[in-house]
């Protein structure tokens, strides 16, 4: 191989020069005055794809690690097929990136099989595989080479989630907190939690997770875990905190995105390069305290969730997990849990009435106001106010299909929404929108520019 060549293509990739150094690897690979040693093709095959990634053609790339593959002599089979894995990922093809990321962790050469398992978990979820998932993003958090299982336990708990454990995601959530992490990653972190205390009716704790989860107020719930923080605080000062276990299955709507899981199929890319020019993505590493979790768990203890075997989360995911039941007088406990559930339903209802919610809400018929302004006029104010009125106040509205929710005060009459608006010149508006109670619904009552500097 001609090594002058090679280590220019190596310079110009670490100047993320990608095209250079695609350029200078393809030209490597077809020296025919310099032969190619035994591995060599597979690992020039391994660069171009490497290049190719990094210049968004995941379609040649998957070609060239293809050809890496090929060679039999090029010891990186772990590493070459995670990025195949990765590549067919960023396509949607997540049924090819599963069966590569099986044979990078096959490969007991391959010492990062942590990241395999984190990219296969994300692939199994995309597939609607959360038991599956739920295996692969376990062997991430337990493979000691892994620097921080934060990103694992997190996803994790998400699995179990979907599966209706929510105990079990409890403790998956909290022994991810004696790792540092981002503050959004944090976030993100303590709002799951939540959501997991709400469904095991531990409310206490649901509602301190939440506000852990909001206090640098960088961080803003999904609806779903607003409505549980809700049900958490009513619920507290009702003094029901631990009582409502019963009654609080896993919500419907509960949030189920996890980390690595990018709702358009995007992929996070490591390149795997074991020669030293890869570019690895940023973990965040603590070493784990001693002492107790501030919700009760003690980090590295004997969780559940470590313990369940790979047959008891496949049996979840089908539905086969037995239980036992009792046999008389089935109908009458049938009707009991209806009347019960319906007298729930009304309660719930009525709760979330009164703090605000409803249908369609706030957001709702503010973005259509934004959507539309001249046409919305007419559909989206409160009969109250008048068509000339209305008029005027839709004038400086700028027109934007997807405006910015900055902010909103909710309560059960009224309501204020923080609303930033796009201009077609690229330019930013920022407008206070009040809003009435209309039966269930809402409805405009005024539209006015807001200058955040000074309020």
Request: proline share 4%; charged share 20%; with cysteine.
């Amino acid at each position: 191989m001609n090594n002058d060549l090679f280590q220019q293509a190596r310079s110009a990739y670490a100047r993320r020069d990608y095209e250079g150094a695609l350029a200078a690897y393809t030209q490597c690979l077809q020296d025919a005055g310099s032969p190619l040693a035994p591995g060599e093709a597979g690992q020039l095959y391994h660069q171009i794809g490497n290049c190719l990634v990094k210049l968004k053609n995941h379609g040649e790339a998957i070609q060239a690690y293809t050809q890496a593959t090929a060679d039999a002599a090029y010891d990186a089979c772990g590493a070459v097929n995670y990025n195949l894995g990765m590549a067919y990922a960023a396509l949607h093809d997540y049924e090819d990136a599963v069966k590569h990321f099986e044979v990078a962790v096959s490969d007991a050469k391959y010492d990062a099989a942590y990241k395999a398992y984190a990219g296969m978990g994300s692939a199994l979820l995309k597939l609607g595989k959360s038991a599956e998932a739920g295996v692969a993003f376990r062997e991430a958090a337990l493979d000691e080479a892994n620097p921080d299982p934060t990103k694992a336990l997190l996803n994790l708990g998400v699995c179990f989630m979907a599966l209706d454990r929510p105990s079990d995601a409890v403790a998956s959530y909290e022994s991810a907190l004696q790792f540092d992490m981002a503050p959004d990653t944090r976030n993100k972190l303590y709002a799951n939690l939540g959501q997991a205390y709400v469904a095991c009716g531990q409310m206490q704790k649901a509602a301190a997770a939440f506000e852990e989860a909001i206090a640098d107020k960088t961080y803003f719930l999904s609806d779903s875990a607003s409505v549980d923080y809700q049900r958490a605080v009513a619920a507290v000062a009702q003094g029901t905190a631990e009582i409502t276990q019963v009654i609080a299955p896993v919500s419907a709507g509960a949030d189920m995105s996890g980390l690595d899981v990018a709702a358009d199929g995007s992929a996070m890319y490591v390149d795997q390069d074991p020669y030293g020019d890869a570019q690895s993505d940023p973990y965040y590493y603590a070493d784990p305290y001693a002492q107790a979790g501030p919700y009760g768990a003690v980090p590295g203890g004997d969780d559940r969730f470590f313990n369940a075997s790979d047959e008891e989360l496949e049996q979840w995911s089908r539905g086969l997990a037995k239980q036992d039941r009792k046999r008389r007088n089935v109908g009458l406990k049938i009707l009991l849990v209806i009347v019960l559930l319906v007298l729930a339903l009304f309660g719930a209802a009525a709760f979330l009435y009164t703090q605000g919610w409803g249908y369609p809400s706030q957001e709702t018929v503010v973005r259509q106001l934004f959507a539309d302004p001249e046409n919305a006029a007419s559909s989206v104010f409160s009969k109250e106010v008048g068509a000339e009125s209305a008029a005027s106040m839709v004038e400086p509205v700028v027109q934007d299909a997807d405006p910015n929710i900055d902010g909103m005060d909710r309560s059960m009459s009224d309501s204020t929404v923080y609303v930033t608006a796009k201009t077609a010149e690229g330019g930013e508006v920022q407008y206070k929108v009040s809003l009435v109670r209309d039966l269930i619904g809402w409805k405009v009552s005024s539209v006015e520019l807001y200058f955040a500097s000074q309020n």
